[in-house]
């Protein structure tokens, strides 16, 4: 099997086991908040409703568990959520079809800023190690190991509300209508700078560690002891042949930190108002409303997975192994 | 989870050749070495701060946590070490018993994280064939799965998610990290000769397991167990402070709950949201410490202990790539180098 075909595979069971997971966890659960919440609704949510939400969160007793879970992928696959709770009757596709592009755009460009950077300052630190550079460790340590919506709520206090220089929460001034103009792209950067920013100082340091470290694995390889023997210059050497070995773990790693970025990047919208998914899962786990919760969970997991398999590929194509094996 | 073991995960593969981590070497290695890092021991001392704070906290702390009191919203005083929240709290007690909560769940979900990576991943990379490849397949996928929000979703529909619960359930979701990295080191070490060795004597496959395969994990058992305690703390602070888990439950999320629904920010309480904040730093960075102690004790190149910049400077050696100072016991510190000129 080659080695796209191998991993096309592993995305599909992956979402496979995800989707299932959002159908178990209910499920599984004691208690039956959807139930009361449904009776407190009762007379405003018309049948047909009712009915995706009993099958969403398995109420009806008269099916059988198969039935049940034929008649949620039924469901999915025609992008029935069920219905949010508290922005009744609104669907939960469209509410978190709203909220996505706006993650989406947050993550994606503070994430890649992030790792960027930190794969940047790795090198030097990596290459220079004994020097200076390294009391920059403890530094990113403390970063590390603080929680993203801790730095988030400094970075508010500090910079919106002492300094006055960002606003403290929202994504674009509310008084403009959302087009696609310059003076509303620039509200949408001049709001989305600060939680961007907090991101990126959070997320940044872990991608240092990890290059810092394979850089000082990788510098003591014969092929770079080689490339010193054959007189190129330094920066040769750590460009071309120490950095370049070293950033395939990198690579590698991105997959698995992203999902840690994601979670953080979530709460992180919560404390800036931002209106993506994390604030709105956010509002539902504050108002329980259950179908909202349920639905941001599967389009946040499936859009990571979406990221995974592009960050997959990448490494493929920089690293000749991957596609040889097997 | 992201950092700290980073390096294992490279130093695994390369373990073929030198004997693995963690393996006897009678007369070489001093003992208690990982205590004569000053990174570990740096943590090891912050952590034991905490430990101490955790099992005294009720008794030491200056005022009871949910004593109101006519001190709306004092800024640090002699009488409040802290200041006091928007009812007259004792903020510094808030922070002193909120110790044990973070502890104990950070410790609980560990435990329960460390104990199913270690099933999984020596069973997977012991067992190989089928087994192995589903065992994988499985840890894969959560490993993919963001965690943070599978952990919300199933705290908030517990009907009551208080701090065994919550421990229990990011260790049930935190597993997957620790059994991939075990899995990649068992695999290399289930054909070395000590294992074939005890396996042509006949001995049985749990006692080579127990026996001759998990001693030699213990670094990797312990990095990991470590990340995952890191990971705990900051995710259970979280959900305390997006307000899953019950507020009557001091722990420093709990604190920041309450600041960030009553408008520290706006109102520049600093010192309502800043100390619980370093608190979980301090915390955090203490356990990231110990593990940079271990990974520096499984892999010799990130050592850098007593090779300073000065230290170098003094001896006239300019830092430069492919060049690894290692200190070996009885000498102080003896430099390698691969390419000194």
């Given at each position: ?247 395939l773990p990198q690579v590698s790693s991105f997959t698995l930190a992203l999902g840690f970025v994601v979670g953080g990047t979530l709460v992180m919208e919560m404390v800036f108002s931002y209106q993506g998914i994390g604030y709105t899962l956010f509002e539902a786990v504050t108002t329980h409303d259950y179908p909202l919760m349920q639905g941001c969970f599967l389009v946040i997991t499936l859009s990571v997975l979406v990221a995974n398999l592009v960050a997959d590929f990448a490494y493929a194509a920089l690293d000749p192994r991957t596609r040889q094996e097997g | 989870m992201a950092t700290g073991t980073t390096s294992i995960e490279v130093a695994a593969p390369t373990g073929v050749d030198d004997p693995g981590p963690g393996v006897a070497r009678p007369g070489r290695r001093p003992r208690l070495m990982f205590l004569r890092n000053p990174k570990a021991l740096v943590g090891i001392a912050i952590l034991a701060v905490f430990a101490v704070l955790a099992v005294l906290g009720p008794w030491i702390a200056p005022y009871d946590p949910n004593q109101v009191s006519r001190d709306l919203l004092q800024a640090p005083s002699g009488a409040h070490w802290l200041g006091t929240d928007h009812t007259g709290r004792d903020i510094l007690s808030q922070l002193i018993v909120g110790t044990r909560g973070v502890l104990v769940v950070g410790l609980v979900a560990g435990v329960a994280a460390t104990a199913l990576g ?224």
């Amino acid at each position: 099997m080659s080695f796209f075909l191998r991993r096309a595979v592993f995305y599909v069971f992956t979402a496979w086991a995800a989707i299932t997971l959002n159908f178990v966890i209910p499920r599984l659960l004691p208690g039956d908040p959807v139930t009361a919440l449904i009776g407190r609704m009762q007379g405003r949510i018309d049948s047909g409703a009712e009915q995706s939400l009993r099958v969403l969160f398995g109420l009806d007793q008269d099916m059988s568990l198969w039935q049940q879970y034929v008649e949620y992928w039924r469901l999915l696959l025609h992008g029935d959520l069920g219905l949010s709770f508290t922005h009744f009757p609104t669907p939960v596709s469209d509410i978190v079809a709203q909220a996505l592009p706006w993650t989406v755009g947050l993550v994606g460009i503070s994430t890649v800023v992030a790792f960027l950077l930190g794969t940047a300052v790795g090198t030097g630190i990596g290459w220079r190690r004994g020097t200076w550079a390294d009391s920059l460790l403890p530094i990113t340590t403390f970063f590390s190991a603080v929680p993203y919506f801790w730095l988030g709520l400094i970075a508010i206090a500090v910079f919106a509300v002492n300094l006055g220089w960002f606003p403290s929460s929202g994504s674009y001034d509310r008084g403009m209508v959302p087009t696609l103009s310059w003076e509303f792209v620039g509200s949408v950067v001049y709001y989305g700078t600060l939680p961007a920013l907090t991101v990126v100082i959070s997320s940044v340091s872990g991608w240092v560690l990890g290059m810092r470290n394979m850089m000082v694995t990788v510098s003591s390889e014969d092929y770079v002891t080689v490339a010193h023997a054959k007189g190129l210059s330094s920066r040769a050497v750590v460009v071309g042949y120490a950095a370049r070995n070293a950033i395939l773990p990198q690579v590698s790693s991105f997959t698995l930190a992203l999902g840690f970025v994601v979670g953080g990047t979530l709460v992180m919208e919560m404390v800036f108002s931002y209106q993506g998914i994390g604030y709105t899962l956010f509002e539902a786990v504050t108002t329980h409303d259950y179908p909202l919760m349920q639905g941001c969970f599967l389009v946040i997991t499936l859009s990571v997975l979406v990221a995974n398999l592009v960050a997959d590929f990448a490494y493929a194509a920089l690293d000749p192994r991957t596609r040889q094996e097997g | 989870m992201a950092t700290g073991t980073t390096s294992i995960e490279v130093a695994a593969p390369t373990g073929v050749d030198d004997p693995g981590p963690g393996v006897a070497r009678p007369g070489r290695r001093p003992r208690l070495m990982f205590l004569r890092n000053p990174k570990a021991l740096v943590g090891i001392a912050i952590l034991a701060v905490f430990a101490v704070l955790a099992v005294l906290g009720p008794w030491i702390a200056p005022y009871d946590p949910n004593q109101v009191s006519r001190d709306l919203l004092q800024a640090p005083s002699g009488a409040h070490w802290l200041g006091t929240d928007h009812t007259g709290r004792d903020i510094l007690s808030q922070l002193i018993v909120g110790t044990r909560g973070v502890l104990v769940v950070g410790l609980v979900a560990g435990v329960a994280a460390t104990a199913l990576g270690v099933v999984v991943g020596v069973t997977a990379g012991f067992v190989g064939g089928a087994g192995d490849e589903t065992l994988s397949a499985v840890s894969n996928v959560f490993l993919v799965i963001p965690q943070l929000p599978l952990i919300i979703i199933i705290a908030a529909q517990l009907p009551s998610a208080g701090g065994i619960t919550v421990a229990l359930v990011i260790g049930v979701t935190g597993w997957a990290w620790g059994a991939r990295v075990l899995r990649a080191q068992t695999l290399s070490l289930r054909r070395r000769d000590f294992v074939e060795a005890a396996r042509a004597t006949g001995e049985r496959t749990w006692r080579i397991v127990l026996a001759e395969v998990l001693p030699n994990l213990t670094a990797i058992i312990a990095a990991g167990f470590v990340g995952t305690v890191i990971f705990a703390v900051l995710s259970q602070v979280t959900l305390a402070f997006i307000g899953i888990t019950p507020v009557s439950e001091w722990n420093w999320g709990t604190i920041l709950f309450w600041a960030q629904n009553n408008l520290a920010l706006q109102r520049g309480a600093w010192w309502w949201f800043v100390p619980a904040g370093l608190c979980i730093a301090l915390l955090g960075m203490a356990l990231t410490l110990i593990n940079f102690g271990i990974d520096e004790l499984v892999n010799p190149r990130l050592r850098s202990t007593g090779m300073h910049a000065r230290t170098l400077r003094r001896r006239g050696i300019r830092p430069r790539v492919g060049f690894t100072p290692v200190v070996r016991a009885g000498r102080p510190a003896v430099e390698t180098s691969e390419e000194e000129r």
